[in-house]
């Protein structure tokens, strides 16, 4: 008899792709609520307007479990949670070809200045910034267009997204 070892990695990289699956399978079956088609959410990740996958990303954590999924599959960058905390108050976070920070703003002490630096200029910048933070909280920023490599925008100081971007354990996907 041939005993088969699996390695711990690739059992735990099957487990979470069987888990993604059943999400997805659980969202176009739903019972006891409206279905929402896969390809609504897929449409929203692509960088689509839709009020009903908008409304269930923050009501529906099924949803926002397939959504952050395909998110990863199809981002332009990923940065993950962070391994350590930082003594900052908003901690600079990065992954190969991009920087995201907020920095207070010196005119208005109620707001932030969220600066996204791509390392190169692409074609493709990033249109939406989306953050999962632990305990499923979600939350996400539409960006405007990037200048010499450059995104920048205000954010309110007591918002949400600054709050989740102040978080070292807050996953960041920017598509």
Do not use: W
Not at 84 to 99: I, L
Not at 133 to 149: H, I, K, T, Y
Not at 158 to 175: F, G, Y
Request: glycine content about 6%; hydrophobic content about 40%.
């Amino acid at each position: 008899m041939t005993e088969i070892v699996i390695s711990p990695d690739l059992k735990e990289a099957a487990q979470t792709e069987f888990g993604a699956l059943d999400q997805q399978r659980d969202l176009m079956q739903a019972r006891g609520r409206a279905g929402l088609a896969l390809s609504r959410v897929y449409g929203y990740v692509q960088g689509g307007t839709d009020e009903v996958v908008a409304h269930a990303l923050q009501s529906d954590l099924a949803v926002r479990r397939v959504y952050q999924n395909l998110l990863r599959r199809q981002a332009l960058f990923h940065i993950p949670q962070a391994i350590a905390a930082s003594s900052e108050e908003y901690p600079m976070r990065h992954c190969a070809g991009c920087r995201v920070r907020l920095q207070a703003s010196r005119a208005q002490e109620d707001q932030v200045y969220l600066i996204i630096e791509l390392a190169d200029q692409r074609s493709d910048s990033p249109t939406r910034l989306n953050l999962f933070g632990v305990d499923e909280v979600f939350a996400s920023v539409d960006l405007p267009a990037q200048r010499n490599g450059v995104i920048q925008t205000l954010l309110d100081k007591d918002s949400s997204q600054a709050r989740l971007l102040a978080d070292p354990k807050t996953e960041i996907i920017l598509r």
